[in-house]
């Protein structure tokens, strides 16, 4: 999204500029950067907030766009373009045993990495020519910029960034192996901040499905058991006056929370589960976070036989698998598909299409077939504008839409399918 709040990233150490080292930026020179940046601060077109590391943290320098530059961008808008994707696909990391700090590996130049890596430029290729945005009015737009989650995520809204990549940890490329990449992947699904509903893709509107409790399942299916009847994340507690469903407070909330602690178990390789975050909301639940592990214990007893052991990046190596398969069975079908770990959205008439596509995949990795969560409502800003008689105001309808940057970042994409591309950057 192209504006004031817009930020690029751009580490400004030597360190991270190499040829042909790897894991650094090969592609530019850091004396190019350096004459780049001083020409753009020359100008007065970008403003610095510059990167240190301290204490662990590693902040990069971020530039964001100032002066005629900015005006420049004010002008143009927010267009689409179809970008090329980066070179390194597949990631693997480790932690640095003194340091603790995250490090990159090399990867193995396995048959398996080259099928993940011929797969994955196939997509990022179809996933670069769609237009992927957030049916929302200009002033909706900008309560997402501002939000929590978009200061941690300060790329959130550039719609262009689509293209994928995969990240393995712990040194093994049997463990990790989850997608990234894709701008939408940091958009809430939250009743709070319900942003995910409002996706579109080339102009329609989308539908998303979910696995249900799918690492409960790996779990069970790990050891051969069968899971305890019900919801894997019900603790049985009942308020006398609101009859339980996982959709509706105060189960929703409570839920959440035994969800979040039974994944933090399975993904926990030490002694204790802090989740510091999660702690007041625990409280305003009656809950802590202690009480909740020591009721999924009780509830399911396997995962004591996990506890500290990290299986839970075995398991996101498992839902990475399922979701390849998903990815590539809808790309066959020109069917465009984005993955969030283990959900997918898909143009909403299209549903029926990625319900079989998950279920396929499920059995084609699991063996089984797979429990589908119901399609999500689809959410638009752009409701109808009324007059006080109770007419609709079409005047102010069409300029809702005529002024938003939905449509001007659609129309750009449809101008370039008509012939009038911009170069591809």
């Known amino acids: 999204m192209v504006g004031k709040a817009a930020s690029l990233e751009l580490p400004l150490s030597p360190q991270y500029y190499h040829r042909t080292a790897h894991g650094k930026i090969n592609h530019l020179s850091f004396y190019f950067i350096s004459l780049a940046l001083k020409g753009l601060i020359d100008l007065g077109w970008v403003k610095v907030k510059k990167g240190y590391q301290r204490f662990g943290t590693n902040e990069i320098t971020r530039l964001r766009a100032s002066g005629e530059l900015l005006n420049v961008f004010a002008t143009v808008g927010c267009q689409w373009l179809e970008l090329a994707p980066r070179k390194e696909l597949i990631l693997l990391r480790d932690k640095d045993p003194v340091t603790k700090w995250k490090i990159a590996l090399p990867v193995p130049n396995t048959k398996?990495?080259?099928?993940?890596?011929?797969?994955?430029?196939?997509?990022?290729?179809?996933?670069?020519?769609q237009a992927i945005c957030l049916h929302m009015t200009n002033a909706q737009l900008k309560q997402v910029k501002s939000s929590r989650v978009a200061n941690m995520n300060p790329s959130l809204l550039n719609f262009n960034h689509t293209a994928l990549y995969r990240v393995f940890s712990r040194g093994d490329m049997t463990k990790g192996g989850r997608f990234y990449g894709g701008w939408w992947q940091s958009l809430r699904n939250l009743k709070r901040n319900p942003y995910r509903p409002y996706l579109t893709i080339n102009g329609l509107a989308t539908g998303e499905i979910d696995y249900s409790e799918l690492h409960p399942r790996f779990l069970y299916e790990r050891f051969g058991a069968t899971p305890p009847p019900g919801d894997q994340y019900d603790d049985g507690w009942r308020d006398p006056s609101v009859p339980y469903s996982k959709d509706v407070?105060?189960?929703?909330t409570r839920r959440g929370l035994f969800k979040t602690v039974f994944n933090a178990i399975l993904n926990n390789e030490g002694n204790r589960i802090e989740l510091k975050e999660k702690r007041v909301e625990a409280k305003k639940c009656g809950l802590t976070i202690r009480g909740i592990k020591a009721t999924l214990l009780k509830k399911h007893p396997l995962l004591k036989r996990v506890a500290k052991s990290g299986i839970g990046l075995e398991f996101q190596y498992l839902d990475s698998r399922i979701a390849e398969h998903v990815m590539m069975l809808l790309l066959e079908q020109g069917i465009p598909c984005l993955p969030v770990h283990d959900s997918f959205i898909v143009p909403r008439h299209q549903a029926n299409e990625l319900r079989k596509a998950m279920d396929d995949a499920f059995r084609a990795i699991i063996g089984k077939p797979s429990k589908l969560k119901p399609l999500e409502a689809y959410r638009s800003g752009f409701l109808l504008p009324f007059k006080p008689n109770g007419e609709v105001d079409n005047l102010e309808m069409y300029k809702m839409h005529s002024e938003s940057l939905h449509n001007g970042f659609v129309q750009s994409w449809l101008n370039c399918q008509a012939g009038n591309a911009p170069p591809r950057q």
């Open 112 to 129: 398996a990495v080259k099928k993940m890596r011929s797969n994955l430029k196939k997509y990022n290729a179809f996933i670069a020519k």
């Open 249 to 252: 407070e105060p189960y929703e």
